[in-house]
């Protein structure tokens, strides 16, 4: 492990994990069957399952770890492989702009979510946002295997991908605070995200 991943674990890991199960835990519904969709380690999925005994939460992931901490079956990266409406709820952090096109995930979130599509992701917003992208990416990611096509949105492009699917926006949430500073100078910014989303037949 390279200096930069030791600090990335010591510094950010902890804190980013702490604070997205807090966030995301409160967006769920209560009682929900949960699908985590590239759920990875599942560690967020986990601890979001503490803070919350009431829901039932599992993980799909192309690459399965043998750390995982969720029961996590694997995928094509393409079809989630459950029928419409089968959970209440869709997680999704960080993992569509992993994606060649987040349109066709998104689409089968829309389909397997009865309630509520729950996003942490990014917004490709402001100067030199996207080689600060690019260099979170590599930082977090790279060492684990993780597909890296750098395919980021602006806020537009996303919300324009939500109202095509019949998506409406319940929350939107862009000070999420993951940093400490200073580093929360270069790496926060607008360029984070959690929404949640109702899909077309939630009520």
């Known amino acids: 492990m390279g200096i930069l991943d030791t600090l990335h674990e010591r510094l950010v890991r902890e804190r980013r994990v702490a604070l997205l199960s807090r966030e995301l835990a409160a967006q769920l519904p209560e009682n929900a069957r949960v699908l985590d969709v590239g759920c990875g380690d599942g560690q967020i999925a986990a601890r979001i399952g503490a803070l919350r005994p009431d829901l ?67 917004t490709l917003t402001g100067f030199l946002a996207e080689p600060t992208l690019r260099f979170m990416d590599r930082v977090g990611n790279e060492r684990h295997g993780v597909v890296l096509p750098y395919n980021y949105w602006t806020e537009a492009q996303w919300r324009s991908a939500f109202d095509s699917l019949s998506l409406r926006v319940a929350h939107w949430n862009r000070s999420l605070g993951l940093f400490p500073w200073p580093a929360s100078w270069l790496f926060d910014r607008s360029l984070h995200f959690i929404a949640r989303l109702a899909p077309p037949d939630a009520a």
Do not use: C, N, W, Y
Not at 65 to 94: W, Y
């Open 56 to 122: 039932e939460i599992h993980g799909i992931d192309v690459l399965v770890r043998g750390d995982v901490q969720i029961p996590v079956t694997p995928f094509d990266g393409s079809r989630i492989p459950h029928p419409d409406a089968s959970f209440d709820a869709i997680t999704m952090v960080d993992m569509l702009h992993h994606t060649d096109d987040p349109m066709v995930l998104l689409r089968e979130a829309a389909r397997v979510a009865s309630g509520a599509v729950v996003l942490k992701d990014h």
